[in-house]
């Protein structure tokens, strides 16, 4: 599979592609742009043309594509996105100040940013644990616009001013 990792505004993206066992190809590029979406996806590559297509809202095949993406908007919003086991298409979004991680290294990676790694470092620590992690990582930083502070939002929980691409009532403890 593959190991992306998200922090502060930072996507990490491993390069190893796998087929079982059998290491593929060491220089895959996961991150494809379509219509000025960034896609950084993991899974089957097979099925990446189909996930992209759902997100898009447009007819895919009926099988279920197994793969994943964080994705970044038009906005700079960034987005897990995949279909569950009955081909419903889901998106859930992801806190600017928030760590987030998918792939076969996710576990890794979200330990290692919970000790302070950046989502490079994140990567690079699951590719010395995970066997389908591996050869350059790669970075993508994610648009952060400032912040007008006469328009910046409180959270409702705990009154702390929100990142500019977290949500009225985000739970970022």
Request: with cysteine; net charge negative; proline share 2%.
């Amino acid at each position: 599979m593959t190991t992306i990792a998200y922090k502060n505004g930072i996507i990490a993206y491993d390069s190893m592609s796998t087929r079982g066992d059998l290491i593929t190809n060491r220089t895959s590029d996961k991150h494809l742009k379509v219509s000025g979406i960034h896609f950084f996806l993991c899974g089957a590559q097979s099925d990446y043309d189909d996930l992209i297509c759902a997100w898009f809202g447009q007819d895919r095949v009926k099988t279920i594509p197994e793969c994943e993406a964080l994705v970044v908007d038009e906005s700079g919003t960034v987005w897990d996105c995949a279909c569950n086991e009955e081909n419903i298409f889901w998106k859930a979004r992801i806190g600017y100040a928030q760590i987030y991680a998918i792939g076969s290294g996710r576990s890794c990676a979200f330990s290692a940013m919970d000790c302070g790694k950046d989502a490079r470092g994140a990567v690079a620590i699951a590719a010395g644990r995970d066997v389908c992690t591996g050869g350059e990582i790669r970075t993508f930083s994610v648009f952060s616009p400032q912040v007008n502070p006469e328009s910046q939002q409180t959270c409702e929980i705990c009154g702390e001013a929100l990142g500019i691409f977290d949500f009225k009532g985000s739970v970022h403890i």
